[in-house]
């Protein structure tokens, strides 16, 4: 049994959202259970409306809420029973397999930092979404996390980024690729020009050298490796870019009467676009190089987004992604 601890009053949708993502995974998954950390009578009130396997879902009451415009590590430290650090420190106490929020990014991170620490040897911890992209997923390392990096932040990343998709996507030999403004060896600013002989030398990953940013999604890289300014500049651009994309579509579409009818034949096809791009499906970022499994999801995450985070973080654990980082990352390099 796969043992969830979410935050039940984390994000935009919250608790509602949280609840109804819940019920779905236990209903597509008989090897999960779940507790809710949050303020016990409302999530009791939620629930009782609710058909639900209720021997695999509880609740931990957690009555305060840490909200976005909140200092991240002052909140950590002040809000000890939000539900947000109730459900790490349940994760840290090992009495939960993966932790789920949807609510502030930064108090994730900090909370994750403190409570849960980093596995042995890694210096930073890395925001890991799924990317959507023509030949399948790929992962971008880091999206924001990490706004200043060195060199070797980025050779864990890669490594972290490997063994992921390695063991949860099912890739033997990722490839790996460093987000540059060129694909020549020697691009770049003095970060990825160190970067890049560390990424090259590592036998541990199977780097084919710098992808530009046109080239994130055509599908011919596994694991993009980036700090987490650049990570997070691409990653909103790439979903305003689809989203402004999807809404010229719509208004080409609904401008003529011919196109409307042309477009009841392609329904099928803008169908199964529309849910190749959508984020929902992916679930969340994983949070790599903590001890345990966290997933970061979207704050707008509705419960289909829940329930695919749940999935992801099953996926996680039972592919062994904690162990494996730690055997590629040794105790001993860890100085900071």
């Known amino acids: 049994m796969v043992r969830f601890v979410i935050d039940a009053f984390g994000g935009d949708n919250a608790p509602a959202a949280i609840i109804d993502g819940c019920i779905e995974a236990i209903e597509s998954h008989d090897d999960i259970s779940i507790t809710l950390c949050g303020n016990e009578d409302i999530l009791r009130h939620d629930l009782a409306r609710r058909i639900y396997d209720r ?13 976005c415009d909140e200092s991240p590590t002052l909140a950590i430290k002040r809000k000890k029973n939000s539900s947000l650090v109730t459900g790490l420190r349940i994760l840290a106490d090992k009495e939960a397999d993966c ?11 900090a909370g994750a930092t403190f409570i849960v620490k980093r596995i042995p040897g890694v210096k930073r911890p890395a925001l890991a979404p799924i990317l959507p992209t023509i030949k399948g997923p790929a992962m971008l390392i880091d999206c924001g996390a990490n706004v200043d990096c060195k060199s070797e932040y980025l050779e864990q990343f890669a490594l972290m980024g490997t063994s992921y998709m390695n063991c949860v996507v099912g890739l033997s030999t990722p490839r790996v690729a460093l987000i540059n403004n060129g694909t020549e060896e020697g691009k770049g600013n003095e970060l990825a020009k ?3 002989p ?110 695919s985070a749940i999935g992801q973080g099953r996926k996680l654990f039972l592919g062994g992604i904690t162990e494996k980082i730690a055997s590629k990352i040794p105790a001993a390099e860890d100085s900071e």
């Open 55 to 67: 021997s695999r879902l509880c609740i931990v009451h957690a009555p305060d809420i840490i909200s």
């Open 99 to 109: 932790f789920i929020s949807a609510g502030s990014t930064g108090a994730v991170l």
């Open 194 to 196: 160190q970067t890049f």
């Open 198 to 307: 560390l990424l090259k030398a590592n036998e541990h990953i199977n780097f084919i050298g710098n992808c530009e940013a046109r080239d994130i999604m055509s599908g011919d890289y596994d694991v993009l490796v980036c700090d987490g300014f650049v990570g997070n500049v691409a990653l909103k651009s790439m979903e305003g870019a689809v989203a402004a994309l999807m809404k010229l579509l719509k208004n080409e579409i609904s401008s003529k009467k011919r196109s409307k009818f042309g477009a009841l034949f392609c329904r099928n096809a803008f169908r199964e676009l529309k849910k190749r791009m959508d984020y929902t499906e992916y679930g969340g970022a994983p949070l790599l190089g903590v001890n345990g499994c966290i997933i970061k999801a979207h704050g707008s995450s509705d419960a289909h987004a829940i329930a």
